[in-house]
């Protein structure tokens, strides 16, 4: 399958600096990439829907200032966490969605990310 | 009321035992995804449905679009099966195409 790749995979800052997590797709271009975060035990949140070229789309509850998402290639999509506080960390998760040929069955499919570890103390 | 509900949200199975999650939705949906995440939090798409059936080795992936349900079998399992596996639907254009996730089935396997 498709590759996704994330850098870094773990991060420890302290209270105040601002972090950036950056998703690959390597083999594959993405228009769409979505980036998620996972508190302990608990599943996936979806985050924004990050677009190639175009602003991302937060989902509700999601602040567009703390968390800024670029787009600036097929290829790379990157997570800035601004000003991170202790409770914003978390386990963020990229997911990319392969361009495809428009009519194959599988243009929703989405590679995942190996994830990233942030820890802000 | 969560748009996904998964059952059993925890399961331990002998090695070689036949193992049946379960995943219901209420919402209409593009897509159904099956993913795995591992104990170090890398997550794996196994399947992508939206009818019918699936196989990919041990692992069969069913959906039946009008009762909104789907399920994922592992035969003859194995300890290396044990993850956490979560059932996330893709809604349609009319939702933006937005993911709902269910909360995840713990897996173990014992030799």
């Known amino acids: 399958g498709a590759v996704v790749s994330q850098h870094p995979s773990w991060v420890i800052c302290k209270s105040g600096t601002s972090v950036k997590i950056e998703c690959r797709s390597l083999?594959?271009?993405?228009?769409?990439m979505f980036w998620y975060r996972q508190f302990p035990k608990q599943s996936l949140m979806l985050m924004a829907t990050?677009?190639?070229?175009?602003?991302?789309?937060?989902e509700q509850g999601v602040e567009k200032d703390k968390f800024l998402i670029n787009h600036a290639s097929l290829t790379l999509s990157t997570l800035t966490v601004t000003s991170a506080h202790p409770e914003d960390s978390s386990f963020y998760i990229c997911?990319?969605?392969?361009?495809?040929?428009?009519?194959?069955?599988?243009?929703?499919?989405?590679?995942f990310g190996p994830g990233t570890r942030l820890t802000v103390l | 009321k969560n748009e996904v509900e998964q059952s059993p949200q925890n399961l331990t199975a002998q090695e070689g035992e036949f193992i049946t999650i379960n995943c219901s939705y209420s919402?209409?949906?593009?897509?159904l995804h099956w993913l795995q995440q591992h104990p170090g939090g890398g997550i794996v798409s196994l399947f992508m449905l939206s009818s019918g059936k699936k196989k990919h080795g041990r692992l069969i992936a069913t959906i039946n679009i009008q009762e909104k349900h789907s399920s994922l079998h592992i035969t003859a399992s194995h300890p290396r099966d044990s993850a956490v596996y979560i059932c996330?639907?893709?809604?349609?254009?009319?939702?933006?195409?937005?993911?709902?996730f269910g909360t995840g089935t713990s897996l173990t396997v014992i030799p």
């Open positions: 919402v209409g949906i593009s897509a």
């Open positions: 990050s677009n190639e070229g175009s602003k991302a789309t937060y």
């Open positions: 997911s990319a969605r392969d361009i495809g040929w428009v009519f194959r069955e599988s243009d929703n499919e989405q590679f």
């Open positions: 083999d594959f271009q993405a228009t769409t």
């Open positions: 996330a639907v893709q809604g349609t254009p009319n939702t933006g195409n937005q993911f709902y």
